[in-house]
């Protein structure tokens, strides 16, 4: 049997949702620098334990995934097959292997039991202090167990780790790959994009249960689902660390290879809004492996409707589309001589409700689509709430806003196809973001005026995206600072540059420069940031990136960024 193992250059297949450029260039790159990168070897108390359930698969299929164990650079693990009633030639290849290396013990069942099952009864052999969880056709990255050490020593009160993943076809090439945000409350909920690899603490493994044979198909959501209730202790590498193999059985041809997987995926959501005592609606998206949360509602809260509109004739019209509900107060404002944020300041200030939602007088909400705003808007820790803005013409306008596009601040997916899924369903289920437009924001009145309202010193860019970053740093809203409710709202097609006045730029730089360093932990530094189109970082860029040149900090480096980014 030959030793197959994935090769480290990819050859990237696009489509529509997971479409994005220069995925070979960047293999090509990662695979250069990961040896410099990823140098923990051994660690004396460290041991992962691997447990892979196995249940007749293709003979090289195992092989390969036993191979891309023991092709780990990291050297402390175990490696516990648990076989699920298979046939006599996979139990043949379990024992051989079992005599090749001392770190692989194998658990033999004669009757099928089901995936959760078998790996319980893997993780109850398990000597390691973490667990590694691997289906017995992928495979690991060489360093996967390398990053995963390393993590740990900067981390060391981390329970859960998990990385970015891709997959591979009959060739061996590698295609699709999944870069994800930090943990993400809101768009966990709406899909598992945590997915492969996961690392877990055994302890807390064993503290919640295990997994559940109720959940079969769907088990490892599930897991996280009740992990994710007694930890936040949760994190994310920005690395490919996990090969998925894509065949006619796997999730990993399509989300319609199982649909019962994801009707258990939702019925454990289900069970964590019960638990949790969430009044959430699942609703059902186009994408079979995604779902919605949608919260009614009960009492409606007093709301005030601020909008900017250009002429004193176009306020008749935007009363006429805002006016969902007779009882909420609508405040427009047609004066062009001030500039935006005193002009919503001075609305702000008049209005009577608890809620605001400050918005482009021009845009046309779809109907119910503000009672979706509000339901997201009123619930606990929630700061910021934004929608999907489209033009007329079907492109999008945001889905919120990313930190460091553009060298300041974008719109990712900006001019996709705004009935796109979008990159990891960007487009179509809630999710955080870290900012959010003005020309669609609602925010708790309370809130917004003790974070001082809108910062008047920006002239027409930035003051949004300065209220979200003070929102997070003062009141400590962590993750929940801004939502994307999936609530759509179109409008004309003006010009669709959105250019960035100079003294806006550099007051936001100067104002939160050790925030704009960070990485925005809802978008994933493996994606370039020169535009707002879906595409990964390019080794020229990432070397710009590492030397600074995107900071800027006064008026010769904001030249410089525009040169760059074209403004």
Avoid at 37 to 42: A, N, T, V
Avoid at 151 to 176: G, M, T, V
Avoid at 468 to 496: D, E, I, M, T, W
Wanted: hydrophobic content about 35%.
């Amino acid at each position: 049997m030959t030793d197959h193992y994935i090769p480290p250059v990819a050859a990237p297949k696009l489509g529509t949702g997971e479409l994005a450029g220069g995925y070979r260039e960047w293999c090509e790159t990662r695979e250069q620098q990961a040896p410099e990168k990823y140098l923990l070897r051994s660690h004396s108390s460290l041991l992962f334990s691997i447990v892979v359930p196995v249940h007749n698969p293709l003979e090289h299929w195992l092989q390969d995934c036993i191979n891309s164990v023991r092709a780990q650079f990291f050297e402390n693990w175990e490696l516990i097959l648990a076989d699920d009633g298979s046939r006599q030639e996979t139990l043949d290849l379990l024992k051989k292997n079992q005599l090749l290396d001392d770190r692989i013990s194998i658990s033999l069942q004669a009757q099928p039991s089901g995936i959760s099952t078998t790996t319980n009864r893997a993780a109850d052999l398990a000597q390691g202090d973490f667990l590694v969880f691997l289906d017995h056709d992928d495979l690991l990255d060489p360093y996967a167990l390398s990053a995963f050490a390393q993590r740990l020593q900067a981390k060391p009160e981390a329970d859960i780790i998990y990385s970015d993943e891709d997959r591979f076809d009959e060739n061996y090439q590698r295609l699709h790959p999944g870069f994800k945000p930090q943990f993400s409350l809101e768009k966990f909920l709406c899909t598992n994009y945590i997915h492969h690899p996961v690392v877990m603490r055994r302890k807390l493994f064993m503290q919640i249960g295990g997994l559940n044979r109720q959940y079969d198909g769907s088990q490892d959501y599930d897991l996280l689902l009740r992990a994710i209730e007694v930890t936040s202790k949760i994190e994310h590498i920005p690395d490919v660390l996990y090969h998925m193999r894509i065949h006619s059985g796997s999730l990993a041809s399509g989300a319609e290879a199982k649909p019962e997987a994801h009707s258990k995926g939702r019925a454990a959501v289900q069970a964590y809004i019960q638990r949790q005592q969430l009044d959430a609606i699942i609703k059902p998206t186009v994408f079979a492996g995604n779902h919605n949360l949608s919260y009614p509602i009960k009492q409606r809260p007093k709301t005030s409707i601020l909008l900017l509109v250009d002429e004193e004739k176009q306020i008749k019209e935007s009363k006429l589309n805002w006016q969902q509900h007779q009882d909420d107060e609508i405040l427009i404002c047609a004066d062009i001589s001030k500039t935006i944020p005193v002009r919503l300041n001075q609305l702000a200030r008049k209005a009577q409700g608890d809620l605001l939602i400050f918005a482009n007088g021009h845009l046309q909400p779809e109907p119910l689509c503000i009672d979706e705003l509000l339901g997201h808007c009123i619930r606990k820790n929630t700061g910021l709430v934004t929608g999907k803005l489209t033009y007329s013409d079907g492109k999008l306008h945001s889905c919120g806003l990313t930190l460091g596009t553009k060298g300041c601040a974008g719109r990712w997916h900006y001019s996709c196809n705004a009935d796109d899924l979008g990159y990891g369903g960007w487009m179509g289920i809630n999710h955080e973001v870290s900012a959010v437009p003005w020309q669609l924001l609602a925010v708790k009145k309370e809130l917004f005026m003790e974070a001082g309202l809108f910062d008047t010193q920006y002239k027409s860019n930035g003051f949004d995206v300065h209220l979200a970053l003070q929102l997070g740093h003062s009141y400590k809203l962590n993750h929940k600072v801004a939502v994307l409710a999936q609530a759509s709202f179109s409008q004309p097609c003006p010009q669709r540059d959105e250019l960035w006045l100079e003294d806006d730029f550099i007051h936001l730089w100067t104002q939160w420069r050790n925030k704009l360093n960070q990485e925005d932990p809802f978008y994933n530094p493996n994606f370039s940031i020169y535009d707002e189109s879906i595409s990964f970082i390019s080794p020229s860029e990432l070397h710009l990136k590492r030397f600074g040149v995107f900071n800027a900090y006064d008026t010769l480096s904001f030249k410089l960024l525009r040169n760059i980014f074209s403004y």
